[in-house]
Every structure is written in C-alpha cells, then in structure tokens.
C-alpha cells in the first residue's frame, strides 16, 4: 500500500485549508483511513480518523474544527482545516490500515507527510 498526502502549506491563523491523501495499492474492503500529526517538539497524535462504513473517531480538542471524509470509489481521504491556529502547525500524516475503527490487529501504512504551517 502506498499513500500519497498533499494539501499542506502556509495558512495565516483563522484561515482553512484542505489535506488530501490517496491510497493505492491492494486495499481492504473493510479499512481505516485517517491522519496523524506531529507538532515540532512533540510527538505524534492522532487527528481523526474514518472507517469504510463511515464511523469516525477524532481527537477530542479538534472537533468543531476538523472534518475527516473520505471517497471510497476513488481510496481517497480528505481532512478539512477550519479557524486554524498556531498550534495546529506540524507534519500530517495520513494513514491507512484494513479492519475498522475497533481493529487493533493491524498496523498502519504511513504517508510520507505534509507540513501545515499556520503563521501570520
């Protein structure tokens, strides 16, 4: 499985912007997409992540800000940036493994990381 992220970029506070992460590769029918982050000095935390059958699972200080989706015809994952603040800046990284939300079975596949930089 390979993933390919982009989207990132400089953003001033307050402002939005678009990740998008497509998976190819062999893919489950059953799986979870998602991203990760990594804030410079800190370590990785999960951001949100979406199973095929829609549920979804989001780092509680996120929510009302982020919005996870994803195109299951086209193995794509989206995470939607909204009122971004200083603190959100990090590497983002989206993530891919089989089984659903519960499954701890599986291990993720990693994409390579895309740096969101909100700055004024």
């Known amino acids: 499985v390979q993933l390919q992220a982009f989207g990132g970029g400089l953003v001033q506070p307050g402002g939005s912007l678009r990740l998008s992460c497509v998976v190819s590769?062999?893919?489950?029918?059953?799986?979870?997409m998602g991203w990760y982050r990594q804030p410079p000095g800190k370590q990785r935390e999960l951001v949100a992540r979406m199973g095929t059958d829609g549920s979804t699972d989001y780092l509680e200080s996120l929510k009302g800000r982020l919005t996870i989706s994803r195109d299951n015809t086209k193995d794509t994952v989206h995470l939607q940036m909204d009122s971004l603040r200083p603190g959100d800046t990090a590497v983002y990284y989206c993530?891919?493994?089989?089984?659903?939300?519960?499954?701890?079975?599986?291990?993720?596949?990693w994409g390579q990381g895309t740096l969101v930089t909100v700055s004024s």
């Open positions: 590769g062999t893919i489950s029918s059953i799986n979870t």
């Open positions: 993530v891919y493994r089989r089984g659903g939300l519960t499954t701890t079975r599986y291990m993720y596949a």
